[in-house]
T-cell receptor
Framework: KNEVEQSPQNLTAQEGEFITINCSYSVGISALHWLQQHPGGGIVSLFMLSSGKKKHGRLIATINIQEKHSSLHITASHPRDSAVYICAAIQGAQKLVFGQGTRLTINP | DTGVSQNPRHKITKRGQNVTFRCDPISEHNRLYWYRQTLGQGPEFLTYFQNEAQLEKSRLLSDRFSAERPKGSFSTLEIQRTEQGDSAMYLC??????????FGSGTRLTVV
């Protein structure tokens, strides 16, 4: 069993739909990253959070430390949101342990 | 500062050859990390530096792999006697304690 598990692995939705990607982890962490990876490999950090909720534009990330669970939500999804979304737990000296990623496809 | 820079972006090499990748982190970031990502998987930790000191190495980093950060600025990752299983995206990231990561665009290695 991976230390960081994401679901679903693949998600296809229509433009405008509300999207939720889930992340559960079994290790002790100091914080958790949500990352976005587009084809070609570049990774962009969306959020780093250690408690509660953060919002940036149409993206919302929540974390429940007691339940070891985090979610990434996208409101009013758009085709340009199509990418792989990865959650990564920060352990120790900021070493990241990654989930396997969720491939999101938003159709027009 | 333009972020974390990795060179080359792509490398195709024959099995058995040596390859070296370079990462230039954000200048004020004292921590630098190397990760490896194979197709369809999330990245896996390889090694990390705090300034010039290599503080942790994954068991994934066999004897054929070596990383350096000689002056606490840029870092190199060398793979000797490459094997087809080394084909992957090699990602570099840097951070400053208490702050988030910044990733480079990666170096995609193909061993033929």
């Amino acid at each position: 069993k991976n230390e960081v598990e994401q679901s679903p692995q693949n998600l296809t939705a229509q433009e405008g739909e509300f999207i939720t990607i889930n992340c559960s982890y079994s290790v002790g962490i100091s914080a958790l990253h949500w990352l976005q990876q587009h084809p070609g490999g570049g990774i962009v950090s969306l959020f780093m959070l250690s408690s509660g909720k953060k919002k940036h534009g149409r993206l919302i990330a929540t974390i429940n430390i007691q339940e070891k669970h985090s979610s990434l939500h996208i409101t009013a999804s758009h085709p340009r949101d199509s990418a792989v979304y990865i959650c990564a737990a920060i352990q120790g000296a900021q070493k990241l342990v990654f989930g396997q990623g969720t491939r999101l496809t938003i159709n027009p | 500062d333009t972020g974390v820079s990795q060179n080359p972006r792509h490398k195709i090499t024959k099995r058995g050859q040596n390859v070296t990748f370079r990462c230039d982190p954000i200048s004020e970031h004292n921590r630098l990390y190397w990760y490896r990502q194979t197709l369809g998987q999330g990245p896996e930790f390889l090694t990390y530096f705090q300034n010039e000191a290599q503080l942790e190495k994954s068991r994934l980093l066999s004897d054929r792999f070596s990383a350096e950060r000689p002056k606490g600025s840029f870092s190199t990752l060398e793979i000797q006697r490459t094997e087809q299983g080394d084909s992957a995206m090699y990602l570099c990231a840097s951070s400053l304690r208490g702050h988030g990561y910044t990733f480079g665009s990666g170096t995609r290695l193909t061993v033929v």
